[in-house]
T-cell receptor, first 118, second 111 residues
Framework: DTAVSQTPKYLVTQMGNDKSIKCEQN?????MYWYKQDSKKFLKIMFS???????INETVPNRFSPKSPDKAHLNLHINSLELGDSAVYFC?????????????????FGEGSRLTVL | QKEVEQNSGPLSVPEGAIASLNCTYS??????FFWYRQYSGKSPELIMS????GDKEDGRFTAQLNKASQYVSLLIRDSQPSDSATYLC???????????FGSGTRLQVQP
């Protein structure tokens, strides 16, 4: 029973196209994230949602638009894809604990979505 | 300066040896520290967390934290070939509510 699931796992597309990646978690967590991992394995936060509210929006081009219809889902839509968008995109979730250390509980990652822009 | 820095490696150790992985961070008020392991083509998985100065042991793994030096390390005793992976150091700052990752150290355990 997959805890954090992403679809699709692989995505090959042409420059200029628009694509979406979907993420769902069944762990009952209240916080979800999108991370981007480039070819050098650097894992960088893009967005974070807590109970459907955007709480982190890093310096990401406007072409990237996250959407959280409910706290179990966080989707990522990318417009006008560019070569530099090629990467593995990981969705993750955690149980936020504001008054505790750590605030961010253990991150549970999805399997990743490998995006290749040609 | 990167927020979380790790030597990319690869770090190569013989089977049965101790592997020592290091990480430094720039935000002095960071409060929580994590080590994730990522096998090639897979997603990261948590192996250790540490919040207080000193050592924390869990099986063959020991995490060490020195907040004054802004340094966190992971020791793997009796290294096995199955430990060969990339180890990602992650740091949570105060009020950050997300983890900042280093670029990872690739560990190779030679049989």
């Amino acid at each position: 029973d997959t805890a954090v699931s992403q679809t699709p796992k692989y995505l090959v597309t042409q420059m200029g196209n628009d694509k979406s990646i979907k993420c769902e978690q069944n762990l009952g967590h209240d916080t979800m994230y999108w991370y981007k991992q480039d070819s050098k394995k650097f894992l960088k936060i893009m967005f974070s949602y807590n109970n459907k509210e955007l709480i982190i929006n890093e310096t990401v081009p406007n072409r990237f638009s996250p959407k959280s219809p409910d706290k179990a889902h966080l989707n990522l839509h990318i417009n006008s894809l560019e070569l530099g968008d090629s990467a593995v995109y990981f969705c993750a979730s955690s149980h936020s604990r504001e008054a505790e250390i750590p605030n961010t509980g253990e991150l549970f990652f999805g399997e990743g979505s490998r995006l290749t822009v040609l | 300066q990167k927020e979380v820095e790790q030597n990319s490696g690869p770090l190569s150790v013989p089977e049965g040896a101790i592997a020592s992985l290091n990480c430094t961070y720039s935000d002095r008020v960071s409060q929580s520290f994590f080590w994730y392991r990522q096998y090639s083509g897979k997603s990261p998985e948590l192996i250790m967390s540490i919040y207080s100065n000193g050592d924390k042991e869990d099986g063959r793994f020991t995490a060490q934290l020195n907040k004054a030096s802004q340094y966190v390390s992971l020791l793997i005793r009796d290294s096995q070939p199955s430990d060969s992976a990339t180890y990602l150091c992650a740091v949570e700052g105060v009020g950050r509510r997300a983890l900042t990752f280093g670029s990872g150290t690739r560990l190779q355990v030679q049989p």
